[in-house]
């Protein structure tokens, strides 16, 4: 089999997430994160977005009305990542998580991004994250991408809300 690259434009268009309750889960993508609700499907789905697209998240309780996080140890999803555009929406998105009381479970300078990583109330992963221009991205001196993990400064991102 040939292992030929996939195309370049090709991109993840939505997640759909197993949800225990499906107003908590609301509650959180729609009322603290601001996504919008689309459609939806009495107690049992919802279909959110930002800008009006179609779907970027779905949540369900088909099968699991009521139930439980999975173990750890077990496979399934680390997180999902929403991508803002600018810093600033950034920033805001940590001012919304701030004021809702939402703990973060880390926050990350990759060079090539900054991060937060936090669980929705179904303790799904979830990273809030913004990209800086490829131009800036960390190299290794023979042009490889060289991500890092360093600690954010929160307040200097807060310092960046519009």
């Known amino acids: 089999m040939e292992n030929r690259p996939i195309h370049p434009h090709a991109s993840i268009g939505h997640v759909h997430l197993k ?15 601001g996504f919008q609700l689309m459609q939806r ?3 049992e789905a919802a279909f959110i977005s930002a ?8 949540l369900n309780t088909w099968e699991s009305a009521g139930g439980r996080p999975p173990a750890p140890g ?14 600033a929406a950034l920033a805001d998105a940590l001012r919304r998580l701030i004021d809702a009381g939402i703990k ?6 990759h060079g090539v991004s900054e991060a937060l990583y936090l669980r929705d109330p179904d303790q ?3 990273e809030l994250y913004c990209d800086r221009p490829k131009e800036a991205w960390p190299l290794t001196p023979d042009g490889q991408l060289a991500m890092v993990t360093r600690p954010l400064d929160l307040d200097a991102l807060l310092a960046a809300v519009e």
């Open 124 to 126: 799904n992963g979830v």
């Open 104 to 109: 973060l479970d880390g926050a990350s300078d």
């Open 19 to 33: 949800v225990a309750d499906l107003e908590r889960a609301l509650g959180f993508y729609c009322g603290v994160l």
């Open 41 to 43: 499907f009495g107690r």
């Open 51 to 58: 800008g009006g697209y179609h779907h970027h998240i779905g």
């Open 74 to 87: 077990t496979t399934g999803l680390y997180h999902l990542a929403i991508l803002y555009p600018t810093r």
